[in-house]
């Protein structure tokens, strides 16, 4: 499974991607906002760390515009994936946009009809959103699945996304569902390693190695 990390921070991405777990970054106007920076400048500078996939998001509503700020967005470098709502002016620029040759995520997917509607679209990425249906006391995760088993019926080549990863479980079950790619914010990656009784484990290590009096360096 792919790790793409769902931030506009610099910072952060270059830290995990110099350890080897960023495989794409996404990002989305909230993002944006938080990072304080320009999107073209920002994006650019994050293309430049990370070689594969990063997702930047138009913000018009209508098909015409959508599909306008995805070609510009998409100038900023090859890596570009346009970002575009599952609406029907979404699928519409979706349907555009991937005909062009350019990689299109789209987002905000709730449902498994969505997801087949962006697939016969030709969107390169789908975003389904697990924490956010959990909000609403609905299992993120059972989507997850069942765009799994569509997509493999029919052979799609639409990779899942899984998105609004919010937990380490989160991660583990998109994992083995079978979902192609997982987003989540730096916490929820660097969380993965975190284990109580590897802290248990590690401390009395430490403190037995205290008794030896020894040193390895």
């Not at 500078?45 to 098909?63: F, N, Q, T």
């Not at 900023?76 to 609406?87: D, W």
């Not at 799609?156 to 937990?167: D, M, Y």
């Not at 994992?175 to 993965?192: F, N, S, W, Y």
Request: proline share 3%; hydrophobic share 45%.
């Amino acid at each position: 499974m792919k790790f793409f990390v769902d931030t506009a921070d610099v910072e952060a991405i270059a830290e995990l991607n110099d350890l080897g777990m960023v495989d794409g970054v996404t990002t989305n106007p909230s993002l944006i906002l938080k990072s304080g920076r320009d999107i073209i400048e920002v994006t650019r500078e994050i293309c430049s760390i990370v070689s594969g996939p990063v997702s930047a998001e138009v913000v018009a509503l209508k098909a015409e515009d959508m599909i306008a700020e995805g070609r510009k967005l998409a100038e900023i470098a090859p890596n570009i994936a346009v970002k575009v709502p599952l609406t029907w002016d979404g699928l519409k620029t979706c349907k555009v946009l991937s005909g062009e040759g350019k990689m299109v995520n789209v987002t905000l997917c709730f449902s498994a009809n969505q997801a087949l509607l962006a697939a016969k679209a030709g969107a390169t990425f789908i975003s389904p959103f697990i924490g956010r249906l959990d909000d609403i006391n609905l299992d993120g995760l059972e989507l997850i699945g069942d765009i799994r088993t569509i997509y493999d019926n029919y052979g799609f080549e639409t990779q899942i996304l899984a998105a609004s990863v919010r937990t380490a479980n989160h991660v583990t079950q998109c994992a083995l569902i079978g979902a192609d790619v997982m987003t989540a914010p730096p916490a929820v990656i660097k969380g993965m390693a975190s284990h109580v009784l590897t802290d248990k484990g590690l401390d009395q290590f430490m403190k037995d190695w205290a008794k030896t009096g020894q040193k390895i360096l």
